[in-house]
């Protein structure tokens, strides 16, 4: 059974600081990882998809790596903004033809 | 371009009552469709996934049950609501189970 976990659960970060998000999952034959944002009460934004055959995503001050082989990506956020504050989620597609497993997400607070 | 709907955005229902929460794509055709729960303090969980008209796979078994009557049309059931029922509910749909997914902007329900 596939397992993903996010550390650290909560994060506070001065405005302009670069930070990094941390997910690991358990079963390392994955298809693919996502990244998603989640602002409160709000449906999921896609951030970054990175297919099991690739090493890294970039989309503007975003980067997200994946080493599948330890089980383990980060998402990168350089230059911090007030607006990058929500909840960052983590879905690993693995096993099965549809199984997404989601981490229980990192609450990231940007402190202008 | 590609739109996702879902509704209603809030639901208050008591203990006992049915429920009908629907999900439309539009700007693509048989999409993969997904019912995902957040409750409260706990993960996004896959309820039900479905790679077309007809077909419809559980995850966990549930109270709830899933159709899809129509090629971009995503529906959760419930005959008898549960208070464990409440949590806010995300559709997304994906063009396949190595692709992106998209996501819906949520109901919350409250079952009191």
């Known amino acids: 059974k596939q397992e993903v976990t996010q550390i650290p659960a909560a994060l506070s970060v001065p405005e302009g600081e670069n930070l990094v998000l941390n997910c690991s999952f358990t079963?390392?034959?994955?298809?693919?990882l996502q990244w998603f944002r989640q602002d409160p009460g709000k449906g999921l934004t896609s951030l970054l998809l990175?297919?099991?055959?690739?090493r890294e995503q970039t989309s503007g001050r975003l980067n997200a790596s994946l080493d599948k082989s330890s089980g383990r990506s980060t998402l990168y956020i350089a230059a911090s903004q007030p607006g990058d504050s929500a909840t960052y989620l983590c879905?690993?597609?693995?096993?099965?033809?549809?199984?997404?497993?989601f981490g229980t997400g990192t609450k990231l607070q940007v402190i202008p | 371009s590609q739109t996702i709907h879902q509704w209603p955005a809030t639901l208050v229902q008591p203990v006992g009552s049915p429920l009908s929460l629907e999900c439309t794509v539009e700007?693509?055709?048989?999409?993969?469709l997904y019912w995902y729960r957040q409750a409260a303090g706990r993960g996004l969980q896959l309820l039900f996934y479905?790679?077309?008209?007809?077909?419809i796979s559980s995850e966990v078994p549930q109270n709830l049950s899933a159709s899809r009557p129509q090629d971009r049309q995503f529906i959760l059931s419930s005959k008898k609501l549960l208070l464990s029922d409440s949590g806010f509910y995300l559709c997304?749909?994906?063009?396949?189970?190595?692709?992106?997914?998209?996501f819906g902007p949520g109901t919350r329900l409250l079952v009191l």
């Open positions: 079963d390392s034959a994955i298809y693919n």
């Open positions: 990175i297919q099991s055959s690739q």
């Open positions: 997304a749909w994906s063009r396949g189970a190595q692709e992106t997914q998209y």
């Open positions: 879905a690993v597609t693995s096993g099965g033809y549809q199984k997404v497993t």
């Open positions: 700007g693509t055709s048989n999409p993969n």
């Open positions: 479905s790679v077309g008209i007809g077909q």
